[in-house]
């Protein structure tokens, strides 16, 4: 009996119908060993593009902190250099006003020569008017005229220059009203603030 059939231990040794069994077997290790090595392929290829990618992307990072660093150090200078003009304007201006300063008694001085002036010009309207044919009465109404109008405008001026200084109080600003409004009754003979 044992000479007629074979045993399963020696058909597999012998290669008979058992290596048919283990060929699909083999294509799929194959293929899968194809496949990994594929697989090992792409992971590298696509690690060297990630790595080449971030290596760019670190590169434009630094190029960009360079360049907002630059930025920041010209526009402090800029800064800088603006604010020594706005300190040197202020301190211009500083000095414009205190030459601009008007004592309120120099208004007051102006305000009493207009009326003094005032008073001669009004005299010597009459007395031109009284020799209405002589010159020198008619100059001396002009001269007159003249003066009480410089005195106006002067006053006008230093009022206005009094009231712009850098912080007049409630009692300058009555004060230059007052005066303004006395002075505007003579000041009106020769000078007409309301044309434009």
Known sequence: MSESQPTADESASTGGS???RSLP???ATIVL???TIGFA???FNTSSQLSEEQASAQQQ??????????AENAASVKDAAEEKLIESLRSKADEYKSQLKVDTSDLKSDATEIKKLEQEYD?????AKKKENNLEAQLKASQAEAALAKKC???MANGLMKIFESKPTSAIFKEIDQLLSDASAACGKVIDVNDS
């Open 41 to 43: 392929i792409w992971g």
């Open 153 to 155: 405008a002067t006053l």
């Open 33 to 35: 060993a194809i496949a």
């Open 25 to 27: 077997w083999q294509v």
């Open 61 to 70: 990072i630094a190029d960009l902190e360079q360049q907002l660093t630059a």
């Open 123 to 127: 005299d010597a309207q009459v007395e």
């Open 18 to 20: 058992g290596s048919s």
